[in-house]
T-cell receptor, first 116, second 119 residues
Framework: GAVVSQHPSRVICKSGTSVKIECRSL??????MFWYRQFPKKSLMLMAT?????????EQGVEKDKFLINHASLTLSTLTVTSAHPEDSSFYIC????????????FGDGTRLSIL | AQSVAQPEDQVNVAEGNPLTVKCTYS??????LFWYVQYPNRGLQFLLK??????LVKGSYGFEAEFNKSQTSFHLKKPSALVSDSALYFC?????????????????FGKGTKLSVIP
């Protein structure tokens, strides 16, 4: 149980393109979803947290107009990287959890984004 | 503010030997502690958690961790390492608060420890 599906797994595109990444909880209702960015050989950096039906809460230094997050249902959140540039190239990982306090976050398999 | 320290960037262990990956934490109130494993180009897989109860927590793939409140530690252990255990391991913590709101569920991760099990 507790499967999180993230698509696409890899994206290569030209500078200036907008890229949408989907994160779905397949067998549970995700009250809260998180988006992380991971640099090579580094830990996870939390970008934003979203509750279903609410606006995302962005971490300091993360541009909300650059990284658009939508959490329209209890099973789907999307991250759109708008007008992507080479410095946006990274590994993006989503996670989801239920509303129960003692349950862990469950992670997707990540999206490798490469902007040429 | 909460924080996690994983003092070792890399741990090498021979196959069949016991392994330990260290983690210490700092958090206000009671800690909720987690271990995750990450294989190359993959997301994180949940291994185990400590919320309350027995200090020794058993998780997936034969891993266990011991919560030590006085030392604020939550070291990951396995009695006999396998080559397939080679991966990146993350310790994470959050405060065990009961109020609602997304911020209360945010995890703070350690920098990760690369475990290499040598055949």
């Amino acid at each position: 149980g507790a499967v999180v599906s993230q698509h696409p797994s890899r994206v290569i595109c030209k500078s200036g393109t907008s890229v949408k990444i989907e994160c779905r909880s397949l067998d549970f209702q995700a009250t809260t979803m998180f988006w992380y960015r991971q640099f090579p050989k580094k830990s996870l950096m939390l970008m934003a947290t979203s509750n279903e039906g609410s606006k995302a809460t962005y971490e300091q230094g993360v541009e909300k107009d650059k990284f658009l997050i939508n959490h329209a249902s209890l099973t789907l959140s999307t991250l759109t990287v708008t007008s992507a540039h080479p410095e946006d190239s990274s590994f993006y990982i989503c996670s989801a959890k239920t509303g129960e306090s003692n349950q862990p976050q469950h992670f997707g398999d990540g999206t490798r984004l490469s902007i040429l | 503010a909460q924080s996690v320290a994983q003092p070792e960037d890399q741990v090498n262990v021979a196959e069949g030997n016991p392994l330990t990956v260290k983690c210490t934490y700092s958090v206000s109130g009671n800690p909720y502690l987690f271990w995750y494993v990450q294989y190359p180009n993959r997301g994180l897989q949940f291994l185990l958690k400590y919320i309350t109860g027995d200090n020794l927590v058993k998780g997936s793939y034969g891993f266990e961790a011991e919560f030590n409140k006085s030392q604020t530690s939550f070291h990951l252990k396995k009695p006999s390492a396998l080559v397939s255990d080679s991966a990146l391991y993350f310790c994470a913590v959050r405060a065990g608060t009961t109020y609602s709101g997304a911020g209360s569920y945010q995890l703070t991760f350690g920098k990760g420890t690369k475990l290499s099990v040598i055949p």
